[in-house]
C-alpha cells in the first residue's frame, strides 16, 4: 500500500502541475494572440505569433487531455456497466483501465518515434527544433499512463462498495 501511496501522490501533484500549465499556456495563446491582433491593426504582422500559438495549442491539449483523465471527464458510455451486477461493473472498470493504458504506452512508444525521426527538423517561423514540439505527445500519454496506474489501483483495490 505504500507504493499504491507514492504513486497516487504523484499522480496528483503532476496534476496540479498540469493544471498550472494549463493555466498559463492558455494566458500565454491569449497574450500572443491579442498581440498579433494589435501588431495586425497598428503595424505590420508577426510572423511568428500564428506558430507560437500552434504549438501551445498541442502541449494544452496533451495537459488538457491527462487532466481530464485522471479527473473521469472524458465521454463515457456507461448504459451496458451499469446494468451489470456490482463484481462485474468492478471487472469491467479494470478492463478499461488497462485498454486505456495499453494506448497510452503505445501512443507513448510510437511518439518518442516520431520525435526521434521529426526532430531534426526546424519550425518555419521560430527555426526551433520540431522534437519539442513532437515532446508533448510522449510527456502527455506519459503522464496518462501514471494517472491510470492510480485509476487502476483505486478501482482494484477499494475497498467495499463498487460505484
Known amino acids: 500500500m505504500r507504493m499504491a501511496n507514492l504513486i497516487h501522490k504523484a499522480s496528483d501533484f503532476i496534476d496540479g ?5 494549463i ?13 498579433q491582433i494589435v501588431c495586425r491593426v497598428f503595424f505590420s504582422a508577426l510572423s511568428w505569433s500564428e506558430e507560437v500559438t ?17 479527473k ?13 451486477p456490482p463484481k ?28 526521434g525521426l521529426q526532430g531534426s527538423q526546424l519550425s518555419a517561423a521560430l527555426r526551433i527544433p520540431m522534437k519539442y ?8 500519454f506519459s503522464i496518462m499512463i501514471l494517472h491510470s496506474v492510480d485509476n ?3 478501482v482494484g483495490f477499494r475497498e467495499g462498495d463498487v460505484n
Open 17 to 21: 502541475i498540469c493544471c498550472k500549465l
Open 23 to 35: 493555466i498559463t499556456i492558455l494566458a500565454m495563446m491569449v497574450l500572443t494572440t491579442s498581440l
Open 54 to 70: 500552434r504549438y501551445l495549442l498541442v502541449y494544452l491539449t496533451f495537459f488538457g487531455a491527462s487532466s481530464v483523465y485522471k
Open 72 to 84: 473521469s471527464g472524458h465521454i463515457s458510455v456507461l448504459v451496458v456497466q451499469h446494468l451489470l
Open 88 to 115: 462485474l461493473q468492478k471487472l469491467v472498470s479494470i478492463f478499461v483501465i488497462i485498454l486505456c493504458g495499453i494506448f497510452f504506452s503505445i501512443a507513448t512508444f510510437y511518439g518518442l518515434k516520431y520525435m
Open 133 to 140: 514540439l513532437y515532446m508533448s505527445i510522449p510527456i502527455g
Open 152 to 154: 487502476l489501483i483505486n
